[in-house]
């Protein structure tokens, strides 16, 4: 995938999230660190999307969850991305699952309740 460049997303760095945007949380480094792991361990070329994951920090917050995952989406090869909780179209693909499980950053159980939805930490 050609990435011709990332933008950090003002409105995912506001003071509090709203309806409609969950926050970062971490330094704007960090979201582009996230961002470059991504695109090298958990790129989903069908839907043009890559995913982060950190359980053992914060990375963001919406209106009712602590978030431990990103999603990277790309628009005319402007690439940006947000915190997001695993629920609905925000659950990373089985692929993306396996290689954090393979990888140890995620452990069978928790795998299982992404994949369902129903992820809680």
Same mark, same amino acid.
């Given at each position: 995938m %050609?990435i011709?460049?990332?933008?950090v ?10 309806k ?6 971490v330094?704007?480094w960090?979201?582009?660190? %996230?961002f ?8 989903c070329r069908?839907?043009?999307?890559s995913?982060?994951c950190d359980l053992?920090?914060?990375i963001?917050?919406d209106l009712?969850n602590?978030?431990?995952?990103a999603?990277f989406?790309?628009?005319q090869?402007?690439w940006?991305?947000?915190p997001v909780?695993?629920r609905?179209n ?5 692929h993306? +699952?396996?290689?954090w +499980?393979?990888s140890?950053?995620l ?5 299982s309740?992404i994949?369902?939805g129903?992820?809680k930490?």
């Open positions: %050609l011709e460049s990332y933008r997303n003002s409105k995912h760095r506001a003071n509090k999230p709203s409609n945007a969950s926050i970062w949380k330094p704007t960090r979201e582009v660190e %996230l470059a792991l991504s695109q090298r361990d958990s790129v069908q839907t043009q999307t995913w982060g053992n920090n914060v963001g917050v009712q602590d978030l431990f995952f999603k989406v790309v628009n090869n402007v940006h991305g947000y909780h695993p609905d925000d659950i990373p693909p089985d993306v +699952l396996d290689g +499980l393979k140890g950053a452990t069978k159980p928790q795998r309740k994949s369902e129903k992820f930490k």
